[in-house]
């Protein structure tokens, strides 16, 4: 019970975050970086809505909703850390913050180390 609370709590706020980014896009037309009309932080609130989801579904659909969500969530926050460490100034950041993109890879981590205390919990 306790990894699916922190699950739903830390996909909580991964989608605060991407949430965030994305009213500032809608907001300013530049708050993170697209693909083609789609910014890239609607892709990963919507991932992390699927992670939140996936906490509070039942056990059959649990890993599925999980993995949907959360693919696309490692998958750019992976190809934007290495866009960052190559060409920088890719990911969006605060004034003298850390990169967005590294506090999504660090946060994709844990969900999944969570989600594998969920799933391993659901077995016994």
């Known amino acids: 019970m306790i990894f699916r609370l922190l699950l739903t709590l830390t996909g909580g706020l991964g989608a605060y ?3 965030a980014l994305v ?3 809608i907001e300013t037309g530049s708050g993170c970086p697209t693909i083609g009309a789609i910014p890239i932080c609607a892709i990963v609130l919507a991932g992390y809505v699927l992670v939140m989801a996936a906490a509070i579904l039942p056990k059959g659909v649990r890993a599925p909703v999980f993995f949907t969500g959360w693919t696309p969530v490692a998958a750019l926050a992976a190809v934007g850390v290495t866009l960052e ?3 920088g100034d890719v990911c969006p950041k605060p004034p003298g913050g850390v990169p967005q ?3 999504s890879a660090a946060l994709a981590l844990i969900v999944l180390v969570l989600m594998m205390g969920v799933m391993r919990k659901g077995r016994s």
Do not use: E, P
């Open 85 to 87: 460490l190559i060409t």
């Open 101 to 103: 993109c590294y506090l």
């Open 17 to 19: 975050g991407a949430g």
């Open 23 to 25: 009213a500032r896009h």
